[in-house]
């Protein structure tokens, strides 16, 4: 009767009572009795049970007698995990039967596992030792020989080592059924079970490594880690945000002896969860390279040790005194902090300062802010429906992902895209009593039922096989099969309207199964291509139809094919969606470019600079400086950019064009090559700020250590500059918060909402960084200094932070930490009494899956499009087209006819006037051709894999090592043409530039595209039309160059790997004392250390 | 074909051994013979005459109980079937014969597989219809190859004749039934796991619930019967349910199909009424223990039941009767264990085949069984303590029945949990002695030694003392 009065009530959680050892606890009824029991805070082991991926029932860990009423003295033993939460039903914990069973499971376990604890990664973090320590089991009553295996190779990201496996089956389930991977799997049986791949080779999953944090003991190892290894007591960590993506998953770094050592997953709720990708995780290794640039270059040289070692300010600003009372432009970036952006365009001016964007990204980013501005975006719990299951709202039902290959540019929201999919198989399951938790049965009731998911990509991706229908078309094509969806959508909705079809569940899909036998004949005879936009009407009319009865839609779009007229498609296709009467309730999700994209969304004016522009400004400056004699060139101000996705020449007359450029960056680019002065600047691991994800939320990030000067966060360097070059004497931070407070000040909400959001000020203490095991504080130094080493301590910034640079402050366990009027402030890393492991997580939760107990409030950022935009949206094109003009412009002008036609004209007027370089006509005959037309240029869309997708990625040696090579994706039928066989080496001009790479032929991909995997491209090179006459065989010499540049790339990266690897070993040993020789105020303090 | 003599006599037990009287091992009958001989007339009474609920209700009145070893009752694992329940669409589930025979000890299905594999056959028609299901498999022990090929060969037949397919005998209703051999696993035989293996997957058991009936082979309703419960449907349909409860009045409805091995003059399986009891199993059919041999304990249901000694001679082998008297029917089929055999040595390597097919799956069989193995095996070499022993009694709690995720550490408990309580001084002998003895027995000469090994009979026991 509890449950049927559960049901009904569904806006609120369902909660009942049960007993624990005779004490009423509440429990929720939507998860199992496990996680009630760790939801009320209480001690019970598990091991195949994970959070986020239920329950199976194998390690057998978790039982408890379960009794059937208040007289009931024996009971019977239940396993928690797969047991459903029943009001007023009666459990023992520490009951002999069930406290003896677990006891006795772990020493099960302990038979074959192997005591080397001491020698282990896991070990001082492993949840088998928290367990196991939990349950009691001290003494080992096995006698016999423990079983072995062979371990493998796995890649250069995760270690192996099975003789310690415990076989929980968690590795396999997270790999294989929560993440999709292919090529990892469990054999063997008995007690020989075998988790790993048919043979030893590279995990090809972006999140294997998530396997460390999942397997409850050290099979599974974080390999650059364990290279150079540190006990997660010793580790100094701080809460960061995850830079190489837009998600912003949340993480936490972990730094020792000045060098950042691993990265770990940081749970949030609302993004991240349990899971990181292997970008996310392994990527940050790029800040210990030797890329990495530590000294100033261009203001003296570098044995000037007051400027290098002894840095100090005065001398800095007086080597500045030449570059004084010049003209800049500030180029900022998207992977600079929001803090840094908005510093540098305060300082440059607003009509000074530019992004770094061509005039196609600026209209990108116009139509982006639209999107965004129109349609809230959704977290990824929200997506998948974590929080909202069981609350009366609905799950999506229908996934429609646009022109982006969510696992390349955003793998986390990929990770949850596939759970979405999940959804029909849990609803389905529910129909008969089976609870979303019950992992196995689910999948097995289920039967390969998924919701929905239809593609239309410029690419195969993964998604592809998990789709009812995935069309792959040049990026032009999917804008045009665009527009003929939203016709049959309109089509489709008004004559539902007439009909008031009512379509249950069952029959859509009964309808939809129907449909995809069709629509496999279809692809059969596609082969002809005869009749191509036959072809794909019929799809389309599916995923229409598809679109029509799906209550709760899910559409995901991005901006990595750089297309405008994609998101405007998508915009429409959205508000067709909207406006329909039947309650159906569409989603978007729009995948940015980078980690803070969307923050500098906020600058977004019709002053800004695209990078077209500055180049004119630059030449028109130059020009006039030469007439009048007087100095009137102008500097180049580049934060943290490195304008990879110009050609050679850009840059080029960039760098020959501006008087001077000074180039903060933390690792080495073209530009800092090119550049006359270069501010070695933090990476996101030193620095401090907040980045804006994609969705618009403002997230925080803290150093994990202070790197050694003139290594400086970027908003540090920024005030100095703004002081001695803009003489803008008012700007004198000397922390991030007050940096708040100064834009604050003058009225800015979005330093506002930061100030309310943090509680710092409200602390009792800082929060320690180091744990309180941190051990050894004293030994480490001894070869130098006997001496208490001093607190690490940045002493003007630290008094404003939050965190401290040390095992002193406040541990995240206190009691005022679990109250709930504890202040939020995010956790540096997890922890709890006996539970070491990231599982200690379950400890800072509300429940289980649930928000952190002292969470931060949630800070969006508030977009608004600015007012010169706010028009009608022809007038708002013109307007586009005027400030930047695109060579998209000409294709889209073409391709919408007449509606547009006056817009074109304009265009090409205003054009043929002011932009030059822009070949509108000859772009014009180009599209005019019909989709018979014989090719004479394709579509170039990327096709790098994950690690490499960010300039920052390419960096790191052990994805380098991963990379297969450069190649070269097109159809059979334009290698026909080229006469061009597989793994022939071909050669192709790619804006100015050439790129080699090995040809591989694809039979499904359409004639007009051809994907390219070059390393040395940026990604941001995207969608643009490579001629025909551009790609061509490579000659022998060439080949053979080829060959040993590829072969080169590897040999570097190897040697990159083990000189890093060594140079961070030599530095531990002499890391401590620098701390102390920090410029001469540490060095006086050493001093009156009374130490000699 | 047939010898016209034989068919005659042996239908003259067709009401009193109806599993049974047309097994021919030597060359089964085909369809033409089968049907002479009455076969697929249960099949067609079922198909023309009866509703599905009508077959149901007829099952149920026979009180026909599982004899796979659990002893289920069969009308309501199929009653469970939606299908059954809500008059929805048929044909959306599936039936699987459980042929997977692999336990120790047990070889009555073989029996009918390749004595008279029409009658399985029609039995499968019959339940097919029942419960609605339009797919039927047989998941066959992959070592049985004769009897792969056999049925094989009927099923042919009866798809030419239109007892598969589609519109079977004109009634609109459809079946295809297919053969599947596994690749051998012990686990196999749990139905969950059978079902995980006949779609591909790893053959580790479900959890439950949901149970198979709901969810079962790919997560349509599906209803996993033994070959043995399988082939009593025809003969019920026939002769009807009274018929059948009247085979064996005081017991369990229906005959069984007994069989004895190990210790045995006349090893063997005889069908028998229901309640037969083990004495009359063991001395009447089996012939006995060989001379000079006196019983020390039998197994009554293959390897994964109780020991059962002297004094329960008389029980009847029944569900209940066996229950009660601290053991379990299983699949009808005795171990016998004289006392020139070591008990230790027997336990030791009936645990080590259950160690060797756990499938590795939950921790108490997978890290138990293996654990239990090196202890038996101390003890039995003579290295064992009273820790050891100790610590066998802990594993057999551990192991036990709600404690793992399936029956098989269970069952591996069963043997050797009774063997401790019945042949506790044989134990304790090993450790006292230091040795085996019945290896090496106290006073020992040669010639004794010799005695004790030179017993024809080929038992696992012996198989272990190597």
Known sequence: ?1092 | MTDNSWLKSALTHALTKPLTHLVNLEKPLNFADYCDAGGYVGAAKALTTHSPQEVLTIVNDAKLKGRGGAGFPTAMKWSCVPSLQKNSVPGDSYLICNGDEMEPGTFKDRHLLEGVPHQLIEAMIIASYTIGANKAFIFLRGEYHLAAKRLQQAIDEAYQNNWLGSNIQGTNFNVDLHLHASAGRYICGEETALINALEGKRATPRAKPPFPQVSGLFGKPTVVNNVETLSNLPHILKHGSDWFKALSPDSDAGTKLYAACGQVKNPGVWELPMGVSIRELLYHHAGGMPDGVTLKGLLPGGASTDFLTAEHLDTPMDFDSIAKAGSRLGTGGLIVLGDQHCPVAMVLNLLQFFAQESCGWCTPCRDGTPWAVTLLTRIEQGQGSEDDLQQLQQLCDFMWLGKTHCALAPGAVEPLKSAMRYFKADFEQHLTLGCCPYKHPPNADESAILTAESVPTVTPEELAND
């Open chain 1, 1 to 1092: 009767m509890t449950d049927n009065a559960n049901k009904s009530d569904k806006d609120k959680l369902a909660t009942v009572t049960i007993y624990i050892d005779d004490k009423p606890y509440q429990v929720s009824t939507e998860n199992n009795l496990l996680a009630g029991v760790l939801s009320n805070k209480l001690d019970l082991p598990y091991f195949c049970w994970h959070p986020s991926m239920g329950s199976v029932g194998a390690c057998r860990q978790c039982a408890v007698t379960q009794y059937h009423d208040e007289n009931d003295q024996r009971g019977r033993m239940v396993m928690a995990c797969m047991t459903p939460v029943v009001d007023g039903m009666r459990i023992g914990l520490q009951d002999q039967a069930s406290a003896t069973f677990r006891e006795q499971v772990i020493a099960a376990m302990m038979t074959n596992h192997p005591h080397d604890c001491p020698v282990c990664a896991e070990g001082g973090e492993c949840h088998l030792q928290d367990m196991t320590v939990m349950t009691g089991h001290t003494s080992r009553q096995y006698p016999g020989e423990k079983r072995t295996f062979t371990n493998q190779y796995l890649g250069e990201l995760v270690g192996h080592e099975m003789n310690r496996c415990i076989t929980c089956y968690r590795c396999v389930r997270f790999y294989k059924d929560y993440a999709g991977g292919k090529d990892f799997d469990v054999y063997g049986s008995r007690n020989q079970v075998y988790f790993g791949r048919q043979k030893d080779g590279i995990l090809q999953s972006p999140f294997s490594g998530n396997l460390v944090e999942v397997c409850p003991t050290g099979v599974f190892t974080n390999k650059p880690f364990s290279a150079h290894y540190t006990r997660k007591w010793d580790l100094q960590s701080s809460p960061s945000v995850c830079s190489f993506c837009s998600v912003g998953c949340n993480t936490s770094i972990g730094e020792r002896y000045g060098s950042i050592r691993r990265v770990m997953n940081r749970y949030n709720h609302d993004l991240n969860g349990y899971f990181l990708c292997d970008r996310g995780r392994f990527g940050l290794g790029t800040v210990n390279l030797s890329k990495r640039i530590k000294a100033i270059k261009g203001l003296g040289d570098s044995n000037d040790l007051l400027l290098n070692t002894h840095f100090s300010q005065q001398n800095f600003t007086k080597k500045l005194t030449p570059v004084l009372g010049e003209q800049f432009i500030g180029i900022g970036s998207a992977s600079a902090s929001f803090e840094s952006n908005r510093l540098l365009k305060y300082v440059v001016g607003k009509e000074n300062f530019s992004l770094g964007y061509s005039n196609n990204e600026m209209q990108l980013a116009l139509r982006h802010k639209q999107l965004l501005v129109q349609y809230p975006q959704q977290s990824l719990a929200g997506m998948e429906n974590l929080s909202r299951r069981g609350h009366g709202e609905l799950a999506h039902d229908l996934v429609l992902i646009i022109g982006e290959d969510l696992e390349q540019t955003a793998p986390r929201l990929a990770l949850s895209v596939k759970q979405i999919l999940n959804n029909a198989a849990v609803d389905k399951a529910d129909s008969i009593g089976v609870k979303h938790w019950q992992d196995s049965a689910v999948r097995t009731y289920a039967a390969g039922t998924m919701t929905p998911l239809f593609s239309l990509q410029a690419k195969p991706t993964n998604f592809d096989e998990l789709a009812l229908t995935s069309l792959v078309l040049s990026p032009d094509d999917i804008v045009l099969q665009l527009q003929r969806l939203i016709k049959l959508l309109d089509a489709e909705l008004n004559s539902a309207k007439t009909n008031e079809v009512v379509f249950s569940i069952n029959e859509r899909l009964r309808e939809i199964e129907g449909k995809v036998d069709g629509v496999h004949d279809k692809n059969g005879s596609e082969k002809d291509k005869s009749d191509e936009v036959n072809i794909h009407d019929n799809d389309l009319a599916l995923i229409a139809k598809a679109l029509v009865v799906a209550k709760a839609p899910l559409l995901v779009t991005g901006l990595s094919l750089k297309s405008a007229p994609l998101l405007k498609a998508v915009d429409n296709l959205m508000a067709c969606l909207s406006q329909q009467s039947h309650g159906n309730a569409p989603e978007l999700t729009v995948v940015a470019p980078q980690c803070n994209s969307v923050g500098n969304l906020h600058f977004f004016s019709e002053q800004m600079l695209s990078v077209e522009q500055i180049l004119k400004r630059l030449t028109t400056n130059e020009s006039l400086a030469q007439l009048t004699g007087e100095e009137h060139r102008t500097s180049l101000l580049v934060l943290e950019q490195d304008l990879a996705q110009y050609d050679e020449e850009t840059i080029n007359s960039l760098t020959q064009h501006c008087r001077r450029m000074i180039v903060l960056s933390s690792r080495g680019s073209r530009l800092t090559e090119v550049a006359d002065i270069v501010l070695p600047v933090a990476d996101s691991s030193e620095g401090e700020g907040h980045y804006v994800n994609y969705q618009g939320r403002l997230q925080a990030f803290y150093p994990a250590y202070l790197p050694n000067k003139p290594v400086l966060p970027s908003w540090q360097y920024l005030q100095l500059l703004a002081k001695c070059l803009f003489k803008r004497n008012e700007i004198e931070f000397t922390s991030m918060r007050q940096l708040h407070q100064y834009f604050a000040k003058h009225g800015e909400p979005w330093a506002l909402q930061i100030l309310t959001c943090e509680t710092g000020k409200s602390l009792p203490q800082q929060i320690a960084r180091q744990t309180h095991r941190a051990s050894g504080r004293t030994a480490t130094m001894a070869n130098q200094s006997v001496h208490e080493q001093q607190t690490f301590n940045d002493a003007q910034a630290n008094l404003d932070g939050m965190y401290r640079y040390s095992m002193e402050g406040k541990s995240y366990n206190s009691p005022s930490y679990t109250s709930t009027d504890a202040p939020s402030l995010a956790m540096p890393f997890s922890w709890s009494p006996a539970w070491n492991s990231n599982q200690s997580i379950l400890k800072h939760q509300s429940q289980v899956n649930g928000e952190l107990l002292h969470r931060q409030q949630d800070n969006f950022l508030h977009l608004t499009v600015c007012s010169y935009f706010d028009d009608n949206e022809r007038v708002q094109q013109i307007k586009l087209a005027m400030l930047w003009p695109t060579t998209e412009e000409g294709k889209q002008a073409t391709k919408s006819k007449a509606a547009d036609d006056s817009i074109s004209e304009q265009l090409v007027n205003k054009n043929s006037s002011n932009e030059p370089e822009v070949d509108i006509v000859s772009k014009e005959s180009d599209e005019q051709q019909s989709d018979s037309r014989p090719l004479n240029s394709l579509s170039l869309v990327q096709n790098l894999p994950w690690y490499l997708v960010s300039e920052q990625s390419k960096l790191l040696p052990e994805f380098i090592l991963m990379y297969t090579g450069n190649t070269f994706t097109i159809s059979s039928t334009v290698a026909k043409t080229f006469g061009g066989l597989a793994r022939d080496i071909f050669k192709v001009n790619i804006a100015s530039s050439t790129y080699f790479g090995s040809l591989v032929i694809d039979e499904s991909l359409p004639d007009n595209i051809m994907l390219v995997s070059i390393f040395e491209l940026s990604f941001d090179v995207n969608n643009v039309d490579v001629a025909l006459e551009n790609i061509t065989k490579a000659n022998d010499i060439e080949e053979t160059r080829f060959t040993h540049t590829e072969k080169q790339r590897v040999d570097s990266a190897n040697q990159e790997k083990s000189q890093v690897l060594a140079k961070l070993k030599q530095q531990d040993q002499t890391i401590p004392i620098s701390f102390y020789e920090q410029g001469e105020k540490a060095k006086g303090k050493y001093k009156g250390d009374h130490c000699d």
